[in-house]
């Protein structure tokens, strides 16, 4: 399974930017998609993740401006990012599992999307 992300870019504070990740393959069904981001200098760490049931969870410093979304029809997961700070730049990795075709668990990453949060 591969998982296409896309969305990155330059934006200033307070500015808003909306993340995509597509998931194709083999799919027989998708648990948990997430984003997770690496900032110069620092290990990888969530941003938010949503279940299958469409259950969320957000890190501390992203509660209240960035809200993740999935279309399962589309296989795809969204991160809309508002009210932009220069510590939310990273690069940012998009993440699932689940089951791929004859039930054989999947996890994947994507390659990562340039966020540049800056004057």
């Known amino acids: 399974v591969q998982l296409q992300a896309s969305g990155g870019g330059l934006v200033q504070p307070g500015g808003s930017l909306r993340l995509s990740c597509t998931a194709s393959g083999s799919i027989s069904s998708i648990n948990n998609m997430g984003w997770y981001r690496q900032a110069p200098g620092k290990q990888r760490g969530l941003v938010a993740r949503?279940?299958?049931?469409?259950?969320?969870n957000y890190a501390d410093s992203v509660k209240g401006r960035f809200t993740i979304s999935r279309d399962d029809a589309r296989n795809t997961v969204y991160l809309q990012m508002n009210v932009l700070k220069p510590e939310d730049t990273g690069v940012y990795y998009c993440?699932?599992?689940?089951?791929?075709?004859?039930?054989?668990?999947?996890?994947?990453w994507g390659q990562g999307t340039l966020v540049t949060v800056s004057r």
């Open positions: 949503i279940s299958s049931s469409g259950s969320t």
């Open positions: 993440n699932a599992d689940g089951r791929e075709d004859g039930f054989r668990p999947f996890g994947s």
